[in-house]
């Protein structure tokens, strides 16, 4: 694997934690950052990734608060 272990594990731990937001509560973008260590940028960055590989369906981040969606927003 690429990269420095350190980084490589913040990720997962992020991805982590997504998943587990995913078609449950929403979460504070500050408290998801606080909780993984990572800033707002990277949480964001690793919900695309998450999208990429159809692990999620979708994400926003709107009025600082993440949601994290698994099926179409509508259903």
Do not use: F, H
């Amino acid at each position: 694997m690429k990269g420095n272990p350190a980084n490589r594990r913040k990720g997962e731990v992020t991805r982590a934690l997504l998943m587990s937001l995913a078609g449950k509560k929403a979460m504070p973008m500050s408290e998801a950052s606080r909780l993984v260590g990572v800033g707002r940028c990277e949480i964001l960055r690793q919900c695309s990734i998450l999208q990429e590989k159809q692990r999620i369906a979708g994400y926003t981040s709107a009025g600082g608060i993440l949601r994290v969606w698994v099926e179409g927003k509508d259903g």
